[in-house]
Every structure is written in C-alpha cells, then in structure tokens.
C-alpha cells in the first residue's frame, strides 16, 4: 500500500520551505507511549501538557516531547526528566540542557522571555554532540514510524550520541524528517549516512543544504529565499544570513536576506499548489499542499531600507506556514 512520503518522494515535492516554525524549542523527555497529540495523550500529566500548550501560544516556543531510540516500555515508574531548550535564530543561537524531577517545574518559566531569545539562566549549556531529534510518532502518521524509528535507531547504533525521538515535527509526507540542534535547520527524506554528514557539519560550524527543509526561526518564505541565498553564494557558514524582512503576502513575497558581512539579497518567493493531488499523511484524502518556490535571487548593492517589510518572527500569519499536518 502506498504511504504519504511514497507519494510525495515519487512526485519530487520540493522540502525547501517546508519547516515547522519556532524561534525556540523546548523539549521535554517522556518515556513510554505517545498518542497522537503527545502533550495529552502520553505518560505526561495531560493537565501539565494542556498548560504548557497555552503557555507558548503566540511566544514563538514550541513545546514537543523526546525520548531515546528503541524500545518503549508501557510502565508508569516516575523518573527524572531530562530538558532542552534552543533558541535558533541565527547569529543568537544557544541550546541549554538541565535535569527536572517534575515536568510542572516548566510552568514556571517565562516564555515570551524564552522565544525572545533570552533563556535566564536556565540549565546549563549543552556541551555534547549536536542533537539530531527524528520524528516517529506512528499515532500522528504511520510513515514517522515505519520510517522514522529505524533511521533513530541505525544512527544510535552508528555511535551517534545525540539521537533523540521526537513527538512531531510537521510535514509526515517527507518522513523520514529531523531537526538539528542548536542551529535548528529541518531535513527531511534523511538516510544515516546523510544525517552523519549533516551533524559533522554542524560540528565544524556548517549547514548542509542537500535535503534541507529549512531554518525554523523563519516562516515559510524565508526558509526557502535562505536556502536560495546559500545556494547562490555558496555560503555553507552556520549563523551568518538572517532573513531580515519580508514584504507582499501569499502568493507572493519579496524576502529580504542579510549577511553578516553586510551583503543583502532579494529573494522572490511564490507560493503555488502541489501537483498532482497527493495525501498530505496517511489516510488523509488528496490535496495539493502548498510549495514555496523559488524565482528569482538579487544581490543588492548599497543602503537597504529598514521600512522595505517586517522583520519575521518565526511566529506569523498561517499564509506563509501553510498546512503541514
């Protein structure tokens, strides 16, 4: 039978653009089984997890639950709760890790302070391998599943330290599908071999375009006109291009990328429909997601205007996210 990411990786469905949008993560390691929606449907106090969900509404965090690869026992035997958050915006990026006895101690922290990028003094800093978080929530698709839990577990076995499981990540049709830590870029239709080469990267300070879905810290347009302007310069540094304004909406957007040395690009992104029809996730009736395509990438030389659009957030109106279920 075929499956939503068989579909969509024999139509060639572009992944550029594809990203879930957050500026920070925070991630919360529950063991055991996860339902569909894993912040109510898990071993998690489903009133801490509804909290949590109201708590990062319109903050730019995003709250997902992590567990290591493999086996998952149904048990209910407390124990301590290990902690990431990462900030991903470029240039400011930071991922800190600490150690909770209760997943309820979240509630206490502030997290418009948190998606502004400021993590006062939470934990400590991360000093390990990168982390390669890999979606495989079966209960939300099955592809997470069939294809996400043996990609965690060959990394794992491979040496690979930072491995994680994530609950979900958006985007079942291109599973299998991973975010990487601390500089938050999403890949997906990932094999091992790739994903070690993805995280060698990030170890020496670079970011892999191949099979790239995007920087989180920006909305759809961005992370596409990103991935454009790095391809154009051939620009692979970590932290140096930031998407410093948007103009236009859906479908169509002028997108403003910045370098740290100064140059500044003009991207125009239009967003069009996938055809033809395809099942968005298993099971699912046909669609024609949306796609951020790509026309045109301008070097601009000299003054750029600081009223030419917004500044994107991270945290935008659903025209630039579309639909990833």
Excluded at 13 to 41: H, I, M, N, R, Y
Excluded at 43 to 50: A, Q
Excluded at 92 to 113: G, N, Y
Aim: with cysteine; aromatic share 4%.
């Amino acid at each position: 039978m075929s499956t939503c990411a068989t579909a969509s990786r024999d139509l060639s469905e572009p992944l550029a653009g594809t990203a879930a949008t957050a500026k920070t993560w925070l991630l919360l390691e529950q063991p055991g089984p996860w339902g569909a929606k894993a912040l109510t449907s898990s071993h998690l106090d489903p009133e801490v997890g509804r909290a949590l969900e109201r708590a990062v509404e319109s903050t730019g965090v995003r709250v997902a639950l992590i567990r290591r690869p493999g086996r998952h026992a149904d048990c209910h035997v407390p124990s301590r709760h290990r902690v990431f958050i990462a900030h991903t915006s470029p240039g400011a990026t930071w991922l800190r890790a600490h150690v909770i006895d209760e997943p309820r101690q979240l509630l206490d922290l502030d997290f418009a302070a948190l998606g502004a990028g400021d993590h006062g003094g939470f934990g400590h800093p991360h000093t390990g391998d990168p982390l390669a978080l890999v979606c495989t929530n079966g209960k939300r698709d099955r592809c997470c599943a069939l294809l996400g839990r043996p990609l965690a577990a060959e990394l794992t076995a491979s040496g690979e330290e930072g491995v994680w499981e994530i609950t979900h990540l958006g985007g079942h049709r291109f599973s299998p599908t991973l975010l990487v830590l601390p500089y938050g870029y999403a890949y997906g239709r990932s094999a091992a071999y790739a994903v070690k080469g993805v995280l060698q990267a990030v170890r020496e300070g670079r970011v892999v375009t191949e099979g790239c879905r995007g920087n989180s810290a920006w909305e759809r347009p961005g992370q596409a006109a990103e991935l454009a302007v790095r391809t154009a310069a051939r620009e692979d540094r970590a932290g140096v291009l930031s998407v410093v304004g948007a103009t236009g909406d859906a479908p169509r957007w002028e997108v403003t990328v910045a370098h740290a040395d100064g140059r500044h690009w003009r991207v125009t992104v239009a967003q069009g429909a996938s055809l033809p029809p395809r099942p968005e996730s298993c099971g699912a009736a046909l669609g024609s997601p949306a796609r951020m395509d790509v026309m045109a990438v301008r070097e601009v030389t000299g003054a750029v205007s600081s009223t030419e659009g917004r500044a994107e957030t991270g945290s935008g109106g659903a025209s630039a996210r579309g639909a990833l279920t």
